[in-house]
């Protein structure tokens, strides 16, 4: 199986999640109390921690979890900045920057503040707006062996245009196979 590369603080914008099979990021009303003890690669946290200059996230997201020191469970500390139409009823928290503007300037906002490390967009309305504009550089993505059914969709664009994407750890086509049984399951 291929794992991704370390990653580089080298400026990007990533669309970085992690999410349920069927493609969910959070349960309904962004709950997170799905999400198991996932295992990873040893050391994938601290890069990210060394290599994230700046977070760029939406106002449903910041309003169900409004706490910067939060990220990598307080790991990581930086500039946040939070993008909303409506920042005059946002309450002031440390590091955090309400932005009510085009999500182009709040990307070069962010990428500013970032000072060369990589934006992470963690807002999935806020990452699709950059994907359908070309500003997004790269998906990171921990799919987690669960299926919610129901909640905050990674994409969700009814009506739009199928995105291609290219696998960047492995063959550029090459189609993943994962395999998952149903805990308490019986039989082979």
Known sequence: MHDTSPRTADGKVLWHFSMSL??????????????????NRPGLIEEYVATTGAV??????????PHAGAVYSGAW?????VLT????DAEPA???????????????????????????????SIGRQL??????????????PVLLGDGV???DNPGGSPVSLEFVN?????????RYRPIGATGG
């Open 56 to 65: 760029l996230g939406g106002r449903d997201g910041w309003d169900a979890f």
């Open 153 to 155: 969709r990674l994409y």
């Open 170 to 178: 492995g063959d550029p086509v090459e189609e993943i196979n994962l």
């Open 22 to 39: 069927d493609g969910f990021v959070a349960g309904p009303g962004h709950a997170m109390d799905w999400m198991p003890e996932a295992t």
């Open 77 to 81: 500390s930086g500039p946040v900045f």
């Open 85 to 88: 139409s409506h920042p005059e």
């Open 94 to 124: 440390d590091r955090v920057t309400f932005l009510s503007c085009d999500v182009a300037e709040a990307v070069e906002i962010a990428r500013r503040a970032a000072a060369g490390k990589n934006v992470e967009v963690l807002s999935p």
């Open 131 to 144: 994907l359908e504009r070309g500003l997004l550089d790269e998906m990171d993505l921990h799919v987690l």
